[in-house]
């Protein structure tokens, strides 16, 4: 769902996808860190985007 989200736009905050997907904020942050260790996303200061 997240990576969902995120081709939607070009990149969001944390804060903006816990809006967005309705998903607590340790479930996003955990999820988030997968990802970015995955090499699926990038995080750029408080933002991500899909790599």
Known sequence: MIL????ATTDASEK???????I???Q???NLIQLEKEGFIK???????IM
């Open 4 to 7: 969902k989200a995120l081709t």
């Open 16 to 22: 903006e996808l816990i809006q967005t997907l309705y």
């Open 24 to 26: 607590s904020a340790e």
């Open 28 to 30: 996003i942050r955990k």
């Open 43 to 49: 995080r750029t200061g408080k933002r991500f985007s």
